[in-house]
């Protein structure tokens, strides 16, 4: 533990922040997996990938993700998603 307070408070800073950020990545991962498996079901399909495209959107603003990625992971979902309407 450190002796210095600001170097203190950092360390709580720093495993608030952990925590938040392993929070929210495991909500989009959820999310993702309710997106693929209604894209195999065949129900509610535009639904859940809306709601993933929001997620994936609000990652990337945040900087959980980074932009290119959220882009990759929406592309790779509506590619799927397109591929089982037809």
């Known amino acids: 533990m450190p002796n210095i307070k ?3 408070k950092r360390v709580k800073v720093t495993e608030t922040k952990t925590l938040k950020n392993t929070m929210r990545k495991s909500a989009l991962k959820t999310s993702i997996k309710k997106c693929k498996e209604a894209i195999a079901k065949g129900e509610g399909a ?4 809306k709601a993933t495209t929001k997620a994936l959107d ?11 990625t959220a882009a990759r992971r929406k592309s790779r979902l509506a590619k799927a ?6």
């Open 6 to 8: 600001s170097a203190i």
């Open 81 to 86: 998603m397109n591929a089982a309407a037809k």
């Open 46 to 49: 535009a639904e859940a990938y």
């Open 58 to 68: 609000k990652a990337a603003a945040k900087k959980l993700l980074h932009k290119n």
